[in-house]
């Protein structure tokens, strides 16, 4: 059998925490000199540098067309361009990294940088918001729960939600729809039709896939540097044999053990995480949220400088997480991301390696708000606790469609059945012959 290490006893923590002891005097509980390392450095961290991201051509609610004026504008389907619905002029948002600089500089971030749209949500945010029609001066109500644009009552301008808001509802960039309803649609067929023969009857007899809904679902996307430490323990293979005789008999074998260490510096780019607290509920008893990280990736690279007539016609979410809800998550991806980083050099130990310690150090991180394309198909499944809320989704952007299709438990239990007669009968015409 192999040879192992002896186990050995974890390092001694350092000293306990301040509130051991009181402070000395005229020193200030607080006094970062008397933290333990990682509250110091949190406390001497310079607060999080912003980005303004704001769309200053867009004034007073309105989103005009740059050649007539007219607030009749939407998005062309299937492109990133947006349409005059009066003169008919076409043109191309700007793109978010283009406009302020955001795909660069990712091996030279420090601290933490924030997009303007990604600023915390104030406590007290309200959904309702005000604006005055830069037409004619009426006062318009929009709910941003709901919808990001409006139509003044009357003079008939379209005012959208343009300026930064302290709820979350207005992102730094959008990413445009690519794929059309119809293309859904039949994907979302395609992809039921594979699986129909186990499929539960009363979600086959109420399968409507045109009630298909386009949302613009709210994510941050993160630039990061960082590095990471792995220590563990290697094993090459040497030896390999068999002791023992009859049900006695055992394979066993000899490895060279190592103590391995790697250290690797790298860089994410474009690192797209879910900031709603809802859509984060992965809880497979209730519903299949999960389908949607069964999409990715998004082509975030192309997404555009807010504008809120692209959300016409469209459902949103509003972002209720900010940076600090979501660090945690962006540490454990980076942890993944280094140990892929580190696999390849770690090859020629053929019976693998056992990471005993890992470290991640973030040194730098950029934060900005993003609405993401998807198309949902959503069927309720009665059952205990309320049932199961099953979903289909397309990405808004490749057509990838993942989805989860209630099932006949009897059907599979007969296909099962089946299967192992068959299994069964093919065996004893082997051993007959």
């Given at each position: 059998m192999a040879s192992r290490p002896p186990s050995r006893a974890t390092a001694p923590t350092g000293p306990g925490s301040p509130q051991d002891m009181p402070p000395a005097p005229g020193q200030h509980p607080l006094d970062p000199g008397t933290m333990p390392q990682p509250i110091r450095d949190e406390?001497?961290?310079?607060?999080?540098?912003?980005?303004?991201?704001?769309?200053?051509?867009?004034?007073d609610g309105l989103n005009p067309c740059p050649r007539c004026g007219s607030t009749e504008v939407r998005h062309r389907p299937g492109s990133d361009r947006l349409i005059c619905l009066y003169c008919r002029h076409e043109w191309a948002a700007t793109r978010v990294e283009e406009a302020f600089g955001l795909g660069e500089g990712i091996a030279e971030l420090r601290g933490t940088q924030?997009?303007?749209?990604?600023?915390?949500?104030?406590?007290?945010?309200?959904?309702l918001r005000s604006y005055k029609c830069g037409g004619c001066g009426a006062e318009v109500v929009i709910n941003t729960e709901t919808a990001m644009t409006a139509r003044c009552h009357w003079c008939r301008h379209v005012l959208g939600v343009n300026e930064q808001i302290d709820n979350g509802a207005v992102p730094d960039a959008v990413l445009p729809f690519h794929i059309?309803?119809?293309?859904?649609?039949?994907?979302?067929?395609?992809?039921?039709?594979?699986?129909?023969?186990?499929?539960?009857?009363?979600?086959?007899?109420?399968?409507?896939?045109?009630?298909?809904?386009?949302?613009?679902?709210?994510?941050?996307?993160?630039?990061?540097?960082?590095?990471?430490?792995?220590?563990?323990?290697?094993?090459?293979?040497?030896?390999?044999?068999?002791?023992?005789?009859?049900?006695?008999?055992?394979?066993?074998?000899?490895?060279?053990?190592?103590?391995?260490?790697?250290?690797?510096?790298?860089?994410?780019?474009?690192?797209?995480?879910?900031?709603?607290?809802?859509?984060?509920?992965?809880?497979?008893?209730?519903?299949?949220?999960?389908v949607i990280n069964t999409i990715l990736p998004f082509d975030t690279k192309n997404a555009v400088k807010w504008n809120a007539s692209y959300l016409v016609g469209y459902s949103s979410e509003?972002?209720?997480?900010?940076?600090?809800?979501?660090?945690?998550?962006v540490q454990e991806q980076m942890l993944a991301i280094a140990r892929s980083r580190m696999q390849p050099s770690v090859q020629r130990y053929d019976r693998g390696v056992r990471w005993e310690r890992e470290r991640m150090d973030l040194k730098g991180t950029r934060w900005v708000s993003m609405?993401?394309?998807?198309?949902?198909?959503?069927?309720?499944?009665?059952?205990?606790?309320?049932?199961?809320?099953?979903?289909?989704?397309?990405?808004?952007?490749?057509?990838?469609?993942?989805?989860?299709?209630?099932?006949?438990?009897?059907?599979?239990?007969?296909?099962?059945?089946?299967?192992?007669?068959?299994?069964?009968?093919?065996?004893?015409?082997?051993?007959?012959?």
């Open positions: 406390l001497l961290a310079p607060d999080p540098a912003a980005i303004d991201t704001a769309s200053k051509e867009l004034r924030v997009a303007s749209g990604a600023r915390d949500i104030a406590a007290d945010a309200k959904s059309t309803k119809d293309d859904a649609v039949a994907r979302i067929r395609q992809f039921v039709g594979k699986r129909s023969l186990f499929a539960l009857k009363a979600f086959k007899d109420g399968f409507t896939p045109e009630n298909v809904v386009g949302v613009y679902l709210p994510y941050m996307v993160v630039d990061a540097r960082g590095n990471a430490d792995a220590t563990g323990v290697g094993e090459i293979e040497t030896r390999r044999y068999t002791r023992g005789e009859g049900k006695n008999k055992q394979t066993v074998y000899d490895a060279d053990v190592w103590r391995v260490q790697r250290h690797v510096d790298f860089t994410v780019d474009d690192l797209a995480l879910e900031s709603s607290a809802e859509r984060g509920k992965l809880d497979t008893r209730s519903n299949t949220h999960n509003k972002r209720d997480r900010d940076v600090q809800h979501l660090m945690p998550r609405y993401l394309p998807v198309w949902l198909y959503a069927y309720h499944q009665p059952g205990p606790g309320g049932g199961l809320l099953h979903y289909i989704a397309v990405n808004g952007r490749t057509g990838e469609t993942m989805g989860s299709v209630p099932v006949q438990p009897w059907k599979l239990l007969l296909a099962a059945l089946s299967l192992g007669t068959v299994v069964e009968a093919l065996a004893l015409w082997i051993i007959a012959r």
